[in-house]
């Protein structure tokens, strides 16, 4: 197993790895939607949900894997009436690639996030 660590995602707020990467497969931890600097992004559901994948993106390029290498996604959304509008954005960077998905809402999220969203990639 290898760890996966990059400084163009939020580092790790708690006693876990950014991703692991066993055999070919990259296991993200769950992202939310904090700026690599580690602040808060402003916005509602529709903004957060760009910079969790902003992070997504960052650590699958250093897992060598990429959104179009993604196998599932786990999606945590506080409020289920705003997913119209997470599916939007999600869409955006699922388009013709769609990975297997799960979409549960979670009554409360670290920092009080909106979304938080962890994937399971092959590397290339």
Same mark, same amino acid.
Not at 2 to 29: D, E, H, K, L
Not at 70 to 89: H, P, R
Not at 92 to 120: G, M, N, Q, T, W
């Given at each position: @197993?290898? *760890? ?9 707020? #708690?006693?876990?790895?950014? /991703?692991? $990467?066993?055999?070919? @497969?990259? *296991? ?9 600097? #580690?602040?808060?992004?402003? /916005?509602? $559901? ?79």
């Amino acid at each position: @197993m290898n *760890y996966v660590q990059t400084n163009q995602a939020p580092a790790a707020i #708690g006693p876990y790895s950014q /991703g692991i $990467i066993a055999g070919n @497969m990259f *296991y993200s931890s769950g992202q939310i939607p904090l700026t690599k600097e #580690g602040t808060l992004a402003s /916005g509602g $559901i529709k903004e957060q949900t760009h910079q969790v994948f902003q992070n997504l993106k960052a650590l699958l390029e250093a897992a060598g894997a990429s959104l179009e290498t993604v196998v599932k996604a786990t999606v945590f959304i506080k409020n289920m009436d705003e997913f119209a509008d997470l599916n939007e954005v999600y869409g955006e960077y699922f388009s013709s690639h769609k990975p297997a998905r799960s979409c549960v809402e979670v009554a409360r999220l670290p920092k009080d996030v909106l979304v938080e969203i962890e994937v399971i990639a092959l590397i290339k």
